[in-house]
């Protein structure tokens, strides 16, 4: 079963061809990180400049946005965090 939110016509045409709907889905980019001993709190606060190196949430976000995007700023972006 799919599910596509699309609601307006201009929505099948940007997101389209239809083969192509899936890769429109957040849901198909989730991966599950488990971080032992890190709350909600840990994990905002491991994105800000004070914190970035003390956990590996930072390098894991940028590792996934290497790994799905397709623009070139993203793949510019060094992963220096792990």
């Given at each position: 079963m799919t599910f596509y939110t699309f609601t307006k016509p201009y929505q099948l045409v940007?997101?389209?061809p239809e083969q192509k709907y899936?890769?429109?889905q957040?849901?198909?980019f989730v991966e599950v990180h488990i971080y032992d001993d890190?709350?909600?709190?840990s994990i905002l606060s491991a994105l800000s400049i004070s914190y970035q190196d003390k956990?590996?949430?930072?390098?894991?976000?940028i590792s996934f946005l290497h790994q799905h995007s397709h623009s070139p700023m993203v793949k510019n972006i060094k992963n220096d965090f792990k």
């Open positions: 940007v997101f389209g899936a890769a429109s957040p849901v198909n890190i709350d909600h709190y956990q590996a949430i930072l390098g894991d976000i």
